[in-house]
Nanobody, 126 residues
Framework: QVQLIESGGGLVQAGGSLRLSCAVS????????MGWFRQAPGKGREFVAA????????DYTDSVKGRFTISRDNAKNTVLLQMNSLKPEDTAVYYC???????????????????WGHGTQVTVSS
């Protein structure tokens, strides 16, 4: 059983930064693609960023390009989301997700992911 535990959420003013972390256990981490999704109140779950098994490829939703960076440390079974220049519209619950991938590809659709964390709240005040 794969377990994902997010941390690093909180309250920050617009323009500030936060770093989310997701610790993964229960599977060989280097075989899993990782993603971050978010869900704001009253809205559906939205893709934010994803990274391939060994970190060679990544993708972002347009609204966070240039502000957010996804990275992973396969030695520590951890994936990070560095969020800079935060905006009030970034306010949401952020979820970490994992999926087994047989190649160095990026999974951007929520339906592709099998394992999910419980989420961490990010609130950006104006």
């Amino acid at each position: 059983q794969v377990q994902l535990i997010e941390s690093g959420g909180g309250l920050v003013q617009a323009g500030g930064s936060l770093r989310l972390s997701c610790a993964v256990s229960g599977r060989t981490f280097s075989t899993t693609g990782m993603g971050w999704f978010r869900q704001a109140p009253g809205k559906g779950r939205e893709f934010v960023a994803a990274i391939s098994r060994n970190g060679y490829k990544s993708d972002y939703t347009d609204s966070v390009k240039g502000r957010f960076t996804i990275s992973r440390d396969n030695a520590k079974n951890t994936v990070l989301l560095q969020m800079n220049s935060l905006k009030p519209e970034d306010t949401a619950v952020y979820y970490c997700a994992a999926v087994y991938l047989s190649s160095e590809t990026v999974a951007v659709r929520a339906t592709m992911y099998k394992y999910w964390g419980h989420g961490t709240q990010v609130t950006v005040s104006s």
